[in-house]
């Protein structure tokens, strides 16, 4: 295992429902990342927090919204999803230093198994 | 535009054959290239990295090599087993405050 936990690891949820995603670390990092993963598509960089604070917004629409409680977890709502939605949610995590956004680019990052998330 | 282009999109070879894969980038400046390989289920994980002035870099039965001159990336496994069956990303780090550059895999199927 990486040290990068993510639960659920599957969800099926409706256009009007409102679920959250969660990732853990168990790495010491300070830098975490939700990416999307869609079929025959590269990763997708959604948001990153570097210090608990969120550093990039990837132009990701508002009805998906982060949740940096402290350097360990990291949380994404979901409401009103799209069935376009539907993908493979990522979370990463690394080692970086204060002063930056993608930082220390040599630095691995530790993902975790990822949520399959469907849309109906 | 930074891009990371990889082919072939998929392969099956069976157990025991040696497989390349492949990696071009067009990526400026660049800092540094990591294979990672992809599980079904599972998130990626990293098998190498290597920067500028390295031309290779081995971790077990994998072996990476790069040319920066001419931008592009092997993947290299040798012995294949089935447990090598998995999607092998290539991504390419840019110098300075950019994200990560991936491509979008090879999904690599090794057959008995």
């Known amino acids: 295992e990486t040290g990068v936990t993510q639960t659920p690891r599957h969800l099926v949820m409706g256009m009007t429902n409102k679920k959250s995603l969660k990732c853990e670390q168990h790495?010491?990092?300070?830098?975490m990342y939700w990416y999307k993963q869609s079929a025959k598509k590269p990763l997708e960089l959604m948001f990153v927090y570097n210090f608990k604070e969120q550093t990039e917004n990837n132009s990701v629409p508002s009805r998906f919204s982060p949740e940096c409680p402290n350097s360990s977890h990291l949380f994404l709502h979901l409401h009103t999803l799209q069935p376009e939605d539907s993908a493979l949610y990522l979370c990463a995590s690394s080692q970086d230093v204060r002063g930056g956004t993608y930082l220390s680019s040599y630095n691995e990052q530790f993902f975790g198994p990822g949520t399959r998330l469907t849309v109906l | 535009k930074n891009q990371v282009e990889q082919s072939p999109q998929s392969l099956i070879i069976l157990e025991g054959k040696n497989c390349t894969l492949q990696c071009n980038y067009t990526v400026s400046p660049f800092s540094n290239l990591r294979w990672y390989k992809q599980d079904t289920g599972r998130g990626p994980v990293s098998l190498t990295i290597m920067t500028f002035s390295e031309n290779t870099k081995s971790n077990g039965r994998y072996t990476a090599t790069l040319d920066a001159d001419t931008k592009q990336s092997s993947l290299h496994i040798t012995a294949s087993q089935l447990s090598d069956s998995a999607s092998y990303i290539c991504v390419v780090s840019v110098s300075g405050n950019t994200p990560l550059v991936f491509g979008k895999g090879t999904r690599l199927s090794v057959i008995a």
């Open positions: 790495l010491g990092h300070n830098a």
